[in-house]
């Protein structure tokens, strides 16, 4: 996988976690889950692109703000292009990011939702050979686990049609080489200087340890489902240089943006009235785009959090130490859309 440095603002990954969630997981029967699986997958997939891009998140296009020369249409429309790859009930997970990816160009002809897909076909696989009884946590463990050079193969096809911005080239598992290794291993390989070949090295653990728990605190403070979606992606602006920046813009523009984000969650933290709130996330906002920054990672992180808590509904609790849970107000519904 390609990458042209090392992420120092970035924890050290380590495949320690996930060597010991696959141990303890048995790989899931090969067989077809049920249509109403399928289609409840496909449903949890949508809800999460839509309440993405209908949030203001500093830096990113959303309904309110369009940027980067891109509209929240586009990103709309490769959500409705990439759910029937991405959800289907038998495709490997390598052959659901190709898929994703070319019905994706397809419908709009850019790039806009690749690092969405590499999250989320390890999630909506898992989702499609879950076992009576066994948690997705568990169960995306084996699904990592199984990957293989064939998806190594089709991921690598991928990437190289979406062509996302700063791709450079590896001396170690190129994409533009054939794969001589799995698509785990790649990942591996590259944990250190990519947050999403991260999660595939951690079994996701920036998406269980940091987003959701960041996402049920914001929703018991302040009751808003869009508050709970601009709280998680805060937190992973603030937690380590976003991997799209690094690449494109260099590792001083996107440690500035994490110290920028750490400084804006900060002060969302000191708030009371989400008005208050609002006001000063359209300022970073505005700001980011005068410069040109699309915190386009930290973004993709969010949606694979979304996705992640809808495919599980009790995940969030979950992943709270038991001295931290608490239900969240009855008055949110997670799967409805926000938009305004």
Request: with cysteine.
């Amino acid at each position: 996988m390609n990458a042209p440095r090392d992420n120092p603002a970035m924890p050290p990954a380590s495949s320690a976690g996930l060597a010991a969630a696959c141990a303890e997981a048995t790989t899931p029967a090969r067989q077809a889950p049920t249509a109403q699986i399928v289609q409840a997958a496909r449903q949890a997939y949508l809800a999460a692109c839509m309440l993405d891009v209908s949030c203001v998140k500093p830096g990113n296009v959303s309904v309110q703000s369009p940027g980067h020369g891109m509209q929240a249409q586009d990103f709309i429309a490769s959500a409705q292009a990439s759910v029937a790859p991405i959800g289907d009930a038998v495709l490997g997970v390598g052959a659901r990011i190709l898929g994703a990816v070319e019905a994706t160009r397809r419908a709009v002809g850019i790039n806009t939702n690749l690092g969405i897909v590499l999250l989320a076909a390890p999630l909506m696989h898992a989702q499609c050979h879950r076992q009576a009884g066994q948690g997705l946590r568990a169960t995306l463990a084996a699904t990592l686990g199984g990957l293989d050079r064939h998806d190594a193969l089709l991921a690598y096809r991928a990437i190289r049609l979406a062509a996302p911005a700063g791709l450079g080239a590896s001396a170690r598992h190129d994409v533009r080489d054939e794969p001589g290794v799995t698509l785990l291993q790649a990942m591996l390989e590259s944990a250190a200087r990519d947050s999403i070949a991260r999660q595939y090295a951690s079994n996701y653990a920036d998406v269980w340890d940091i987003g959701l728990p960041a996402l049920r605190r914001a929703r018991t403070r302040f009751g808003r489902e869009d508050a709970a979606v601009v709280a998680v992606y805060l937190g992973f602006l603030a937690a380590f240089a976003d991997s799209h920046v690094l690449r494109k813009q260099g590792y001083g523009q996107a440690e500035q943006l994490r110290r920028e984000g750490a400084a804006c969650q900060a002060a969302m933290q000191r708030c009371a009235d989400w008005d208050e709130v609002s006001g000063q996330l359209e300022a970073f906002d505005r700001r980011l785009k005068d410069r040109g920054i699309n915190p386009g990672t930290s973004a993709d992180l969010t949606v694979a959090v979304l996705l992640a808590e809808r495919l599980e509904p009790t995940v969030c609790n979950d992943a709270m130490p038991d001295a931290d849970r608490a239900e969240g107000p009855g008055e949110v519904n997670r799967n409805d859309q926000f938009v305004g």
